[in-house]
């Protein structure tokens, strides 16, 4: 019906024309014949202002006849509250404002964090950081990662730059980590969330932040959150780790966990099923193997335990030569690793270059403080940077420590001799025994394998990637050679300076580090820590533990 407001079913311009219409589609016959643009059925859209409401509503509304003007009807303001209001069945949550807010913000600060991280990677051509990229790809997240995750981002933005830090931003990344410590105890706390991935992720990612941020002053917190993330990997098996997240991060934990087992106790990582099931699926890479052959260390220290105990020297010469046996086995090991990984590379694995930077240790026989290091070396990438470091650092505790043995040897050698002729004048009949072993060559020189570590440190310091990387073999650099007093302290004191430059640079838990603790003898329990600590220390952490508890 022409002219009855709102009932019209005519193209737009025999409406405006208040002519009849064929209602032909897409164009009608009226607009054809006369020449004339067919506007089509469209009904113009129009926009309702009216006030937010906290509730979700959707409204109908149907416009008044236009004019006979070509003016578009006015509608009034008020008009809107006036409007049909048709509840939704299932109304879609909406976020308030405020928490648009605070997700826009978190957003921002996870991708400033991973874009950085992930440029990163792709220039060092790292693998073990992958974790953290896959985060944002989860199915689902859990209040325990999500705090969790932006302590961490948080924290790492206020300190991207070394001379001026965002106070603000890392007392607001501790209120997160706090908050994620409560989230994760209670998620651990229920059946149905502790064997998630997205809960393995918040729980590494804690102990991350205790790296960076070391809040309580000591390692207390990282070593709790590293034994809380070992039992939780160990319950959930090594068939739960073969793919996607928490495969990565399985394979950043086994490093954290070839470390810590250097305190001469074995692991669940040290078994076949550890080395094998969770790499079913995904081939190991030549980082991988090496970390295979650092797990065996505490077989080693073991019987190195063992010789201590022993007083008969005959007995103990015959459990060093034991000893001495299974070391070559190791070296040949590493020799054929060491041969794989270079017959793998397109060229050389790293190669000398003038170094950047002056780090003058004064010589106590020279008026003069020439530069230990001019030389610094360079890697083919920051995958191979990394494993080359760890490879140097297992080779430094193998060959020192093959120099004490055969130290032992050498000690113990003429007292067996006499036994065993004593024995033989007796009537005696001696045991066989192989009392030569086969020389040491240039395992001797085991200094020059710790100066190669000094000299690596430049290239895998340029990102927070390295800097996790070269903090272990550093520190084991120290341990190693204060072994010898006098002999090679430069050598100790440039390595001390650039264990600083990562303190500078954000790692907390540098500070912390057992930097005289021979390798092998263990780390201090938490008891003998808080020993160590200050009064002021031992208050913060006294608060901290009340505030927070132990997850």
Known sequence: MVGVPGRSKACNTCRRRKIACSLERPHCFQCIKSGRQCLGYQKERVFVTSAPSSEPYATSWRPDAYSKTTEEPQRPVAAAHTAAVVPLVKPIAVPRNESLEKSAIRQSVLSTFLSSRLHQAAKSGARAISWIAMIPDLPQTTQALEMAAFAVCTARIARSSLFDVDDRLVHESLKLYGQGLQATRRALSDPKLMWKDEVLVACVLLGLYEVFECPSNSRSGYLSHFDGCAKLIQLRGPHAHKHGIAHSIFLAFRTMGALESLIRKNTYLSRPSWKTIPFSAIPKSPFDRVIDIYLEAPAMFALADELVKITSPYEQFKKATNLAELSWDLDRALNEFYDDLKASANGP???????????????????????????????????????????????????????????????????????????????????????????????????????????????????DLGQSVVTSPLNIVINILCQWPGLYDREIEWARRALDRLEQRGVAIVKYLPQHTPVGEGRPSLEEEWEQLSPAQKQGRAEWDSAFGEW
């Not at 003058?360 to 230990?372: G, Q, S, T």
């Not at 360079?378 to 505790?397: H, N, P, Q, S």
């Not at 040897?409 to 033989?424: F, H, N, T, W, Y």
Request: charged fraction near 30%.
């Open 349 to 463: 694995l790293y190669w000398p270059v003038f170094s950047t930077t002056s780090e003058k240790v004064k010589d106590l026989e020279r008026e003069e403080e020439p530069d230990i290091f001019p030389v610094q070396y360079e890697f083919i990438d920051g995958r191979v940077g990394g494993t080359v470091m760890f490879y140097w650092a297992i080779c430094l505790i193998h060959h020192s420590g093959m120099c004490q043995l055969y130290k032992l040897l050498d000690e113990l050698r003429p007292l067996v001799i006499a036994a065993m002729k004593e024995s033989e004048d007796s009537g005696g009949e001696n045991e066989t025994i192989k009392l030569e072993q086969p020389p040491l060559e240039h395992r001797k020189d085991f200094v020059e394998i710790a100066r190669n570590i000094c000299q690596g440190v430049e290239f895998c310091i340029q990102d």
